[in-house]
């Protein structure tokens, strides 16, 4: 006979009624949950403790059965996602205040923890498209009054605020000619670029071109191969080469850095761009007050100046 004794094999582990009740009452307080929440919006605390509730009893039950070590980092992670979160902002803005307002979301959720904002740039004239056919946004900030008053008369934004000033530039391309060095040679220039006249940049150069009369109006715009949606896309066609002039703000030329030239337009005929801030209608009508009372506050404010805005006259 062997000295290897045999082992005997071992009978399947039974689970007890106990161990099997438990596991049905985790999956139908957690199934329960889901169901419930499949069309709600948010998390209340009644709900996460119903599923804390039904996770706990579910990963009990799972510690005594062989397939724990397989199932636990499920549960343990479902636990994880149901702790309570605070709800996020959303904030519609001008393609111009990219940097600026994301300095400023950085400030306010340091100052809130737990709070995190979602930014939405684009020209204010799309924003507003898409705020009047349902988009949702707690805080909306144009680049003129214009957009900022047809929002309100929409009923999509309540309380507008001044938030910054910004003044109108123009950038040259790296193609254009090197004599070219002053806003009254833009009629020189072969491919100019201007933004659609329904977007704030567009309307502002058009103040502009009209300040510095017909004749140069018309000589410009004989020349203008692109209206761009955003002021964004405006300086993009000369960044890229597509275009040899460009009427931007000051912040704007200020991104794109050596890659531009730029050139002051006499305060004669240029015009003072003014960005309003007011709550959309959103849910988080709190926290939206709180975001724009810190743009407009001295901090706020010291965002947006580092990244080139001013303060209005």
Do not use: W
């Not at 069309?39 to 990963?59: E, I, V, Y």
């Amino acid at each position: 006979m062997s000295r290897r004794q045999q082992q005997r094999p071992q009978p399947p582990r039974q689970k007890s009624k106990s161990h099997l009740q438990g596991l049905r009452s985790g999956f139908g307080k957690s199934k329960s949950y889901l169901q419930g929440q499949h069309a709600a919006r948010g998390n209340s605390p009644s709900h996460l403790q119903g599923l804390q509730t039904g996770l706990g009893k579910l990963l009990q039950a799972l510690l005594t059965q062989r397939t724990a070590p397989r199932l636990l980092p499920l549960v343990l992670l479902l636990l994880l996602a149901c702790q309570p979160r605070s709800p996020g902002l959303t904030v519609f803005a001008a393609a111009s205040l990219r940097e600026a307002l994301t300095d400023v979301a950085a400030l306010y959720e340091a100052q809130h923890p737990g709070q995190t904002v979602t930014l939405q740039f684009a020209g204010s004239q799309e924003l507003r498209m898409q705020l009047q056919h349902g988009a949702r946004a707690d805080v909306v900030a144009t680049a003129d009054d214009a957009q900022m008053a047809q929002l309100v008369q929409a009923g999509v934004a309540h309380g507008p605020q001044p938030l910054t000033c910004n003044r109108p530039v123009l950038v040259l391309g790296r193609d254009a000619p090197a004599d070219v060095v002053a806003f009254a040679d833009l009629p020189r220039l072969r491919r100019i670029v201007l933004g659609a006249p329904a977007v704030p940049i567009g309307a502002y150069a058009e103040q502009i071109l009209a300040h510095a009369g017909p004749e140069f109006a018309a000589a410009v715009q004989a020349h203008v191969v692109s209206r761009e949606p955003n002021a964004r896309q405006v300086l993009a066609k000369v960044t890229l080469g597509e275009a040899d002039a460009a009427i931007v703000y000051a912040t704007d030329a200020r991104v794109a850095g050596a890659a531009v030239r730029t050139v002051a337009i006499p305060a004669a005929v240029n015009v003072t761009a003014r960005y309003a801030i007011a709550a959309g209608d959103g849910a988080q009508a709190a926290a939206a007050g709180a975001f724009i009372a810190l743009s407009r506050a001295a901090a706020g404010q010291a965002a947006l100046a580092a990244r080139g805005f001013v303060a209005c006259p």
